[in-house]
C-alpha cells in the first residue's frame, strides 16, 4: 500500500479496551520483531480498509500471510475479550481454506460462542477503527449472552 | 511405504458402517482421481501403521498433503456419523499449524461435541483397521451422550 495512513495516532479511539487488545494482539503475532518502534496507530492502520485500498488488493490466490495474520489478532483480541468479561477460558480457532474462504469460530467450554464463515479473506478490513470496534462489541455481546444463557456447557 | 499391504479385502472389518464411510470419505477427498480402480483395502491401507511404517516416517516439517487428507478424512467419518445416528447437522473443523500440531473439533449447532488435540500428525494412523474403528466408535459415544444431555444448545 502506497497511499498514506489513515490511521492518527490522536485517535481517541486508542483508548477503549478493544482497540488496546488489538495492538495487544497484533505485538503479539510479530515474531520478528517488525512492528518495533511502530506507534499504535502505524500497527492498526491496515485495519482500515478505503475504498481506494480496497481497489488496489488483487483477489487471486490465497492472502497474503500479512492479511492472515491481522485475522487471527482481530479474533484473538474477541476471544480474549470474552475471557476477561466472563472469567472462562475463551479458544478461537480459525480455519483458513484456500481462496480466502473460512471459518472462526471461538468456544468457551463446549459452548461455541461466536462461528462466522470468512468470505473474500483477501479484503479483510473495516471502514475505520470505529466500526471495527462496533463489529467486535457485536460479537462480545452475543457470546457473553450465550455464555449467560448456557453456562453450564461453556463450563464443561 | 514400500513395504506390503496389510489391510486385506476381505476383512469382515469392511461392512461395519464406520469403514464403509470411512472408505466414502477418501473417495470424497480423492479430487484427482488417484483411487479409481482401488479396492477398499488398498484405499484405507495407509490407516494402518505397522511398527515399521511407523519407524520409516520422518517427523520434520510439516506433514505431507496425504497424511492431512487422511486425519481429515477420519474426523470427517466421525462427523457423519454423528449425523446420521442424531439427526442433526455436525460439522468438523481441522486446524493443523506446523510440525504437526493441531486441533480438530466437531460441533452440532452450538455444542462441540469432539474436541481433540493433535500431535505427531506426521504419524496419524492406527495398529489395525478395528483399532481404529474402536477409537470412532468412542469418540461417537462421547458425542452422542453430549448432544442428548445438552440438546438444547445442540439444536441451536
Not at 88 to 116: C, Q, W, Y
Not at 117 to 138: C, I, N, Q, W
Request: glycine share 6%.
Amino acid at each position: 500500500m502506497t497511499e498514506a495512513a489513515v490511521v492518527l495516532d490522536d485517535d481517541p479511539i486508542f483508548e477503549s479496551d478493544f482497540i488496546k487488545e488489538m495492538v495487544k494482539q497484533m505485538r503479539a503475532l510479530d515474531a520478528y520483531g517488525v512492528y518495533e518502534g511502530w506507534t499504535q496507530a502505524k500497527i492498526l492502520d491496515p485495519f482500515v480498509l478505503t475504498k481506494e485500498r480496497k481497489a488496489a488488493i488483487p483477489v487471486i490466490g490465497d492472502p497474503d500471510e500479512e492479511t492472515m495474520a491481522r485475522v487471527k489478532a482481530f479474533y484473538n483480541a474477541i476471544s480474549s475479550m470474552i475471557e476477561s468479561e466472563c472469567g472462562k477460558m475463551a479458544i478461537p480457532m480459525i480455519n483458513l481454506s484456500h481462496e480466502g474462504f473460512g471459518r472462526a469460530i471461538i468456544t468457551v467450554g463446549k459452548l461455541v460462542v461466536m462461528d462466522k464463515t470468512l468470505r473474500d479473506v483477501h479484503r479483510f478490513g473495516f471502514p475505520s477503527l470505529s466500526k471495527m470496534k462496533d463489529e467486535a462489541d457485536k460479537l462480545l455481546s452475543v457470546a457473553l449472552e450465550l455464555v449467560g444463557e448456557h453456562s453450564t456447557v461453556a463450563g464443561l
